[in-house]
């Protein structure tokens, strides 16, 4: 009987994870080595597409995740100043029996611990950080900084936007800094002492926004994300507090109901908003980029992890009966498959006009990754 692939994933993101779990799905042996010694649930919301959800079924996580999220009736997009309805896009059912799946918002520690329960501890290394690799013909050697070493047939690094493998493969590069940050952060909705607010709706101003949306079902938590000009700042920490008082100031013009949520939230996190333009490689060998290392995006199409979750399906659908040999190929393959789309999302979102106004949003909802078609591998 031949040998089991064995695939290291670098990062136990939700694109890592997600990998982790379809791969094994496929009867591929995986390990995923995660820098951090422990899972913590930082404080922001994930809007779960249909498209990702898609994916989340054939994970087994659907059950969990409608007990766990929010299931709104629509995204709402509001003029930040009038509260005048510019384009009310419904999901709830309607868009569940269109496209095949609900839309969801979650709180993002909510689903990590989904896709965690989808992978089990045993398969995931904590503590390791890859400090460097070699390929040859027997496979990968990879390197960590806690002094470990480790072998396997093939390499997924999901080592996010500032991917150490990316770095090594095809040459260090800073993302682009789009010049703007995100406040965000999720409370207890107790402290909106009893007013009513949207389920799901994205306040557009002349050169900022806010989102605003509950992420569990019971409406217990509230979460926010805004967007606005600050061309200095260029931290993306989850340690990184922001001025409460300051972003209540930016957002003193927008419609009373923003102002409550904002004036009822405790404390919010900053953080500096960058992307990439689409690269041209994902792949050396049996070495593959994938989800924000390959193509990390703006959160204004709330598709980044969505991407990553399609990423994880449609890499198992290539892996699927490969051996060892097999992997470059499968590698391309894989990058032939989702380049075109994830490169189409990567630049919408950068316009920041998804859903402002009416427009089609079949080809973003409507993917199903489990049987998209695949291309045929591109040459390398
Ligand atoms: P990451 O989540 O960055 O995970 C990378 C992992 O790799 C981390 O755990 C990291 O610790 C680990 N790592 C890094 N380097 C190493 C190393 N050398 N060794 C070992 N481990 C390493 N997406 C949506 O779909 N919906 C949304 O609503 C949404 N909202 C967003 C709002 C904001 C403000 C932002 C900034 C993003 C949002 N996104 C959203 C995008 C989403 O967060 C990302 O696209 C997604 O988290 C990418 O997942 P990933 O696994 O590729 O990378």
Known sequence: MSKRLSVAIIGAGMGGLATAAALRRVGIDVMVYEQAEKFTRLGAGIQIGCNAMQVLRGLGLEERM???AFYPRSWNNKDAYTGEVRFDMIFGETAERKFGAPYLLAHRGDLHAALHSAVLDEFIRRGH?????????????LRFANGAT????????????????????????????????????????????????????????KDRHIVIYYVKPDRSEVYFVTSQPEPGFRLESWSTKGDIHALREAFADFHPQVRHVLQSCPEVHKWALVDRDPLPRWSEGNIT???????????????GAAM????????????QGIDRDGVA???????ATRKPRTSKVQLTSRTNTWLRDPQDSDWVYAYDAWNAP???AAVA
């Open 66 to 68: 409608r007990a766990e």
């Open 129 to 141: 950080k890859l400090a460097g690799f070699s390929q040859g013909d027997g496979g990968v050697e």
């Open 150 to 205: 480790v072998h396997a047939d093939a390499v997924v690094a999901a080592d996010g936007v500032h991917s150490l493998v990316k770095d090594q493969l095809f040459g260090r590069s800073e993302p682009n800094f789009t010049g703007r940050i995100a406040y965000r952060t999720t409370f207890s909705a107790a402290l909106l002492g009893g007013q009513e607010i949207d389920q799901c709706t994205k306040w557009w101003g």
């Open 289 to 303: 980029l994938l989800g924000d290392a390959c193509h990390p995006m703006t959160p204004y199409m709330a598709q």
């Open 308 to 319: 990553a979750i399609e990423d994880a399906a449609v890499l198992s659908r290539c892996l």
């Open 329 to 335: 190929e499968a590698f391309q393959r894989f990058e």
């Open 374 to 376: 695949l291309a045929e």
